[in-house]
């Protein structure tokens, strides 16, 4: 009888242990899935809030000012494309041959296109097109995370099923990496060129 008596007890004490570890371990995973969309929550409202001040900034710039910004190709080569005459393709052959500056003066033409700092700029409607893509992007991060999460997670049996979702959640399939990759490396770039011109 006391053989019979003692194994119930130490079954339901192992149980309880082990109902007590997987509690607090559901419970830590949930602290981590919410803490992630915390996370993004902060950042779509803080790219909402830089979208709206850019936009506002944009529309106190003079239009003239914004467009000189943007550093277009030079449309020269392809007005003369666009002759389809011989007699026409003979003039601009001319034209061109007159126009034609002196081996010596290379230099000078070169000097008179964008200096490098120019070229290198970010115009404000750049800056306006990388933040509404991370806020969107991450917009539809957060909204499928939302979804994804539920009361009915918390049950013991649901608990691979939410080991799962939080891997899941860290391959962020809606994130494109390589904008924010390139938004940082143009930065970057910018900033070497800023730095170089400022010395001379």
Do not use: C
């Given at each position: 009888m006391l053989r019979t008596s003692k194994a119930p007890l130490l079954a339901s004490r192992s149980l309880q242990l082990l109902v007590h570890k997987q509690t607090l371990e559901i419970e830590s995973v949930l602290n981590q899935l919410y803490d992630t969309l915390d996370t993004f929550k902060k950042t779509v409202q803080a790219m909402v809030a830089l979208e709206?001040?850019?936009?506002?900034?944009?529309?106190?710039?003079?239009?003239?000012?914004?467009?000189?910004?943007?550093?277009?190709?030079?449309?020269?080569?392809?007005?003369l494309s666009l002759s389809?005459?011989?007699?026409?393709?003979?003039?601009?052959?001319?034209?061109?041959?007159?126009?034609?500056?002196?081996?010596?003066?290379?230099?000078?033409?070169?000097?008179?296109?964008?200096?490098?700092?120019?070229?290198?700029e970010i115009s404000p409607l750049e800056v306006l097109d990388w933040v509404s893509r991370?806020?969107?992007?991450?917009?539809?991060?957060?909204?499928?995370?939302?979804?994804q999460i539920h009361p009915g997670m918390v049950a013991l049996e649901r608990f691979e099923s939410l080991q799962d979702l939080q891997r899941s959640w860290g391959l962020q399939r809606r994130i494109d990496f390589g904008?924010?990759?390139?938004?940082?490396?143009?930065i970057k770039a910018y900033k070497r060129v800023r730095e170089f011109s400022s010395r001379k």
């Amino acid at each position: 009888m006391l053989r019979t008596s003692k194994a119930p007890l130490l079954a339901s004490r192992s149980l309880q242990l082990l109902v007590h570890k997987q509690t607090l371990e559901i419970e830590s995973v949930l602290n981590q899935l919410y803490d992630t969309l915390d996370t993004f929550k902060k950042t779509v409202q803080a790219m909402v809030a830089l979208e709206r001040q850019i936009e506002s900034t944009i529309q106190r710039i003079d239009t003239s000012k914004l467009l000189e910004t943007i550093h277009l190709p030079s449309s020269s080569s392809s007005s003369l494309s666009l002759s389809s005459s011989p007699q026409t393709s003979q003039q601009s052959s001319s034209t061109a041959a007159a126009i034609t500056p002196p081996k010596g003066s290379t230099r000078a033409k070169f000097s008179s296109g964008p200096s490098l700092l120019e070229t290198a700029e970010i115009s404000p409607l750049e800056v306006l097109d990388w933040v509404s893509r991370i806020r969107a992007m991450y917009g539809q991060e957060l909204s499928l995370k939302e979804s994804q999460i539920h009361p009915g997670m918390v049950a013991l049996e649901r608990f691979e099923s939410l080991q799962d979702l939080q891997r899941s959640w860290g391959l962020q399939r809606r994130i494109d990496f390589g904008l924010e990759q390139e938004i940082v490396e143009r930065i970057k770039a910018y900033k070497r060129v800023r730095e170089f011109s400022s010395r001379k």
